[in-house]
């Protein structure tokens, strides 16, 4: 079985907004390391990096709420096909 791939977020925007590499951050928690060990890996203030773990989970909230009322909107136009094509059942 084929795991979905994760929405795509604008790592290098973040970047650029932090003025740190986001992806090697996301990669040290894929790895399970905790926020302090990565501040002290990284030289990162602890806050500064709550707020871009932040700033990650809004953009995949936005996006999942996207896809969401995409597929909704979808599957009401089916159902309005299905209504007028069939409207006696």
């Not at 990669?27 to 990162?44: F, H, N, P, R």
């Not at 871009?52 to 979808?74: F, P, S, V």
Request: hydrophobic share 40%; glycine share 2%.
């Amino acid at each position: 079985m084929v795991k979905p791939k994760a929405p795509e977020i604008d790592t290098q925007a973040l970047s650029k907004k932090y003025r740190t590499s986001v992806a090697k951050l996301i990669k040290l928690w894929k790895k399970g390391q905790s926020d302090v060990e990565i501040a002290s890996e990284t030289g990162i203030d602890l806050m500064t990096l709550r707020q871009i773990k932040t700033d990650i989970q809004l953009a995949h909230r936005r996006l999942r709420l996207e896809q969401k009322k995409k597929a909704l909107a979808q599957s009401q136009a089916s159902l309005q096909h299905q209504i007028f094509l069939r409207p006696l059942l």
